[in-house]
């Protein structure tokens, strides 16, 4: 909004300085710094509103010991993360930009499916909520239709995302040297996927005070930089062909909700972190599973996702292996699952699982950048 109102006065000599929202990075900053802001000065009556209400966290029966002081602690935190993310981005992005909508409507969907989730587990005083059916089918329906739009639709979409929204980009593997593509249905199915798993990683993550929003924030950072290459052109040359991965002249928006992402998630840390005062909620996970899960399509780094997230990947496999062992066999291959819940088990302080899943993020962040020149 600001770009629109503001940047065609710096035309006008005595508004000349304005032409520094031109610059993407600037606007990334401004975004950053305005989501920032918001959750800082928003969150003390936020806390206060949700503690008046009494939507309070539900705790398992069955978990540490150590988490049943968390019960009542105020939850659906996550609703002004979102409320600054979306925020900050609408403000400093360029509204006619196709893949910020895209991104920012599944962000805002897949927290209206947390919300009610949420809601559930607090009107029956139970951690069950929503059930798994419902939330997964509501999820599989928004991402296949997006994933639907990406790959089938013409309108609005730019010319260089439908000249190779089908080929796959493969870490550590040229781009313009592999012809691997996929037919669009398969596309949208796996596109669903990746959407659909990242957001119930995060989802999964979310379990320890800060745990989850750490790593949000590593592959936040992680997708801004990827974003930005893919759309930046500098001194007349294209960085991403320069690096031969995939040139999308529009990505470079994205990087403006990255950034903003990050400011939110910046506030929210500041009172979510070990004792928590507030916490995240569905509301909050699922949204920014979902958003991240998007970045990695409309980036074209599907397969590298996994690297960069495999914090949530990790987490994701640890339940679907103890549910699966202890079906088959009857036996659990961890403590608790998800793992996080395993550390606690095996005697970690909290601080310390948390701390060492961050440090575990950074690195995975960093070998995927990397790959950048290794190809």
Known sequence: MIYHFL????????????NVLRYV???????????????????????RMLQTKQI??????????????????????????????????????????????????????YGAIGYVDDAAKISKRDTGG???????????????????YLFYG????????????QRLSIPLVAFERHPISLPPWLYVLFGAWVIVGTSNAVNLTDGLDGLAIGPVMINAATYMVLAYIAGLTLFGNDMARYLDIPS???????????????????????????????????????????GLGTLAVVTKNELLSVLLGGIFVVEAVSVIGQVASYKLFGKRILLMAPIHH????????????????WIIS??????????????
């Open 154 to 165: 013409q309108q609005g979409l730019p010319e260089d995302w439908l000249s190779l929204r």
């Open 56 to 109: 309070g966290q539900v705790v398992r029966d069955d978990g540490p010991e150590s988490h049943f002081s968390k019960a009542g602690t105020p939850t659906m935190g996550g609703s002004l993360i979102l409320l600054a993310l979306i925020g900050g981005t609408s403000l400093w992005a360029d509204a006619r930009n196709t893949m910020v909508w895209v991104v920012m409507a599944v962000t805002v969907l």
């Open 7 to 18: 940047f065609p006065l710096s035309e006008t000599p005595a508004f000349s300085f304005l």
């Open 130 to 148: 929503l059930k798994a059916r419902y939330k997964l089918l509501f999820q599989t329906g928004i991402a296949l239709v997006i994933c639907g």
């Open 342 to 357: 395993h550390f606690e088990k095996l005697g970690w302080a909290e601080p310390k699982v948390i701390v060492r899943f």
């Open 25 to 47: 990075p600037f606007r990334v900053l401004a975004a950053t710094m305005t989501a920032m802001l918001l959750t800082f000065g928003l969150y003390p009556w936020f806390i």
């Open 362 to 375: 950074v690195m995975l962040a960093i070998a995927s950048l990397s790959t950048l020149k290794l190809r």
């Open 248 to 290: 999308i002249s529009s990505a470079g928006e994205l990087a403006i909700y990255c950034g903003a992402l990050i400011g939110a998630g910046i506030g929210f840390l500041w009172y979510n972190t070990y004792p928590a005062q507030v916490f995240m909620g569905d509301v909050g996970s699922l949204a920014l599973g979902g």
